[in-house]
């Protein structure tokens, strides 16, 4: 039976989707949709790995829309000032199991764990990271440029060229200037 049931596949086509602003809105909704639906099921009662399981199942999403939205479409909220976008590392400034944790406490929205900061830096800077044991971790998740405070002389943008002020760029005035992107 499985083998006459192979002979019948045929090759699956899909309809290529090119990225815009409509297919970017598109996938926040239903990321959304998604990861509420993951965390009311992890409200219940679960085995050590069915908690896993879900946990892995929101960091998919957290990291499928930070991929396809972000990277994809502006590239990365910040970028390290002088970085060569050819040769750098797509970073999440607040680490993403950290950002699922949070959203599962509720202390970010689905919204807001979808769009948090994102930033291409260079690979000795993320190898710095590595050294210094901030690859999961971070000091200030409010002041969330504290992170890269090991590097030397360090100077960030947004996505768009806006130069920040990293000592008084918090999570809120992160939050406000990426809300219409």
Same mark, same amino acid.
């Given at each position: 039976? *499985?083998?006459?049931?192979?002979?019948?596949?045929?090759?699956?086509?899909?309809?290529?989707?090119?990225?815009?602003? +409509?297919?970017?809105? %598109?996938?926040?909704?239903?990321?959304?949709?998604?990861?509420?639906?993951?965390?009311?099921?992890?409200?219940?009662?679960?085995?050590?790995q069915t908690a896993r399981l879900l946990r892995d199942s929101m960091d998919h999403w957290i990291r499928r829309y930070h991929n396809?939205?972000? %990277?994809?479409? $502006?590239?990365a909220h910040y970028t390290e000032v002088g970085v060569d976008l050819k040769n750098c590392i797509f970073e999440h400034v607040i680490?993403?199991?950290?950002?699922?944790?949070? #959203? $599962?406490?509720?202390?970010?929205?689905? +919204?807001?764990? *979808?769009?948090?900061?994102?930033? @291409?830096?260079?690979?000795?800077?993320?190898? *710095?990271?590595? %050294?210094?044991?901030?690859?999961?971790?971070?000091?200030?998740?409010?002041? #969330?440029?504290?992170?890269?405070? $090991? #590097?030397?002389?360090?100077? @960030?943008?947004?996505?768009?060229?806006?130069?920040?002020?990293?000592?008084?760029?918090? *999570? %809120?005035?992160?939050?406000?200037?990426?809300?219409?992107?």
């Amino acid at each position: 039976m *499985l083998k006459q049931s192979l002979e019948k596949f045929s090759k699956a086509k899909y309809t290529k989707v090119t990225r815009s602003a +409509e297919t970017h809105a %598109e996938s926040l909704v239903i990321a959304v949709a998604e990861l509420n639906r993951l965390a009311n099921l992890y409200k219940g009662k679960h085995t050590p790995q069915t908690a896993r399981l879900l946990r892995d199942s929101m960091d998919h999403w957290i990291r499928r829309y930070h991929n396809y939205v972000i %990277e994809g479409g $502006i590239g990365a909220h910040y970028t390290e000032v002088g970085v060569d976008l050819k040769n750098c590392i797509f970073e999440h400034v607040i680490p993403a199991a950290k950002v699922r944790d949070m #959203f $599962i406490q509720g202390v970010l929205t689905a +919204e807001q764990a *979808l769009n948090t900061p994102t930033c @291409f830096i260079s690979k000795a800077n993320d190898q *710095l990271l590595r %050294e210094n044991k901030r690859v999961s971790s971070s000091p200030d998740y409010w002041n #969330f440029f504290k992170r890269y405070d $090991i #590097f030397n002389n360090v100077k @960030f943008q947004t996505y768009n060229g806006q130069t920040i002020d990293c000592d008084k760029w918090t *999570l %809120e005035n992160h939050f406000n200037f990426f809300k219409n992107i």
